[in-house]
Structures are given as C-alpha cells and as structure tokens.
T-cell receptor, first 114, second 112 residues
C-alpha cells in the first residue's frame, strides 16, 4: 500500500513569507502528526490531528498552525518565516494514535528560509 | 514532563561488533517505548517497540527491554552490519498516544 506522502520535498522561502506543507496519510489512517527536525533541537512534536480535530499541540509559537481535512489529509502552515524555521518537517500517520498503533513517517519536506 | 535521554554519538564500530545504545526516560504514567531508525535521506522507520514493563521488543536482530525500575530501554544487537549504519532514535509516547517524544538521536557508523 502507498506510504505517507509529503509535498513538496524541498522548499526555499524568504524571511517573512508564509509556507504550506501537505501530508497525505496512509489510507484508513485517521491520526496525523507533525514534527520538526533540526540538528540543534532534534525531533520536536508540533501537533496532532485525529478526525479533523487537533488533539495535541507542542510548544511552538502561534505562527505554526495546521489542519486536517475530512479525507485525513493534513496541512501545516508557517507564517512570517524566520531563519530558525529552516528544518526538515516530518509527518506521521497512524490508525488511531502513536501509543498502540504504529506511526508511519513520510520522507519529509526540507524547508530552507533565506 | 516527559523526556528521553540517549547516548551521544557518533558510534563507530567494525562489522560483527556488539552494539549498545543507551536510552533512559522520564515520564508520567506508563508510556510505550520505541526505537526508530532513520537512513540517509529518508523518514523514520519503526525498528521495535515495547508497551509495558519487562516487555522485550525485537526486530532484525535488534532488541530492547522495557525496564521500569531503571527507566531504561537500551538498544542492543549482537553483530552489526554495514547496512545498519543510520541514526537511531529512542522515543516514548505520551499517555494519550498523540505525540512521540524523541531523544536526540545516535549516529551509528559501521565499517567493513
């Protein structure tokens, strides 16, 4: 079956711009979560959605937002980009949550802010 | 709050050597514990998991045992291969199962 698909794979944006990243989960998976990966901070949780509802949010500023659609596809948006937002953004999907069902990760979107 | 601490890398080994990567955690309640692996240019893949104390997760020759008394989940493999070269992440789930909390990752490099 198809895996988790993230688009685009690479992005270059200028400071102050906004960006939208997309994640298509595995068919049937209702939970989608997002993570930021940087060399300094490692992997940090951004937020998690289940059936279009945000169930949890990590410690990130309000510039980071997300949503989930009825087909479980998810988008995350970062407004007023800063240089420090340069990172690999990973999306993971699971049937119902990461504790009891396996989380499958996409290959990520590499965002570079210049 | 929840946190995961794993040994700093890089770890450099010769093929067929024994591998241990230490991982300890702090958590409220009874989290599930995981090891994920990230190969160059790819996303994370689940390597193994354990959901309760004394459970042993195993996969592809890797093993880890959930030790509640020492709050540890150390990764071991008896004989590493060049193909095991990757970054390994220890992680736990929050109580609600909505988030994974990761350690910083340990880079393993295996030479022939």
């Amino acid at each position: 079956k198809a895996g988790v698909t993230q688009t685009p794979r690479y992005l270059i944006k200028t400071r102050g711009q906004q960006v939208t990243l997309s994640c298509s989960p595995i068919s049937g998976h209702r939970s989608v979560s997002w993570y930021q990966q940087t060399p300094g901070q490692g992997l940090q949780f951004l937020f998690e959605y289940f059936s279009e509802t945000q169930r949890n949010k990590g410690n990130f500023p309000g510039r980071f937002s997300g949503r989930q659609f009825s087909n479980s596809r998810s988008e995350m948006n970062v407004s007023t980009l800063e240089l420090g937002d340069s990172a690999l953004y990973l999306c993971a999907s699971s049937l119902a949550g990461v504790r009891d069902t396996e989380a499958f990760f996409g290959q990520g979107t590499r965002l570079t802010v210049v | 709050g929840n946190s995961v601490t794993q040994m700093e890398g890089p770890v450099t080994l010769s093929e067929e050597a024994f591998l241990t990567i230490n991982c300890t955690y702090t958590a409220t309640g009874y989290p599930s514990l995981f090891w994920y692996v990230q190969y160059p240019g790819e996303g994370l893949q689940l390597l193994l998991k354990a959901t309760k104390a004394d459970d042993k997760g195993s996969n592809k020759g890797f093993e880890a045992t959930y030790r509640k008394e020492t709050t540890s989940f150390h990764l071991e493999k008896g004989s590493v291969q060049v193909s095991d070269s990757a970054v390994y992440f220890c992680a736990l789930s929050d109580q609600a199962g909505t988030a994974l909390i990761f350690g910083k990752g340990t880079t393993l490099s295996v030479s022939s």
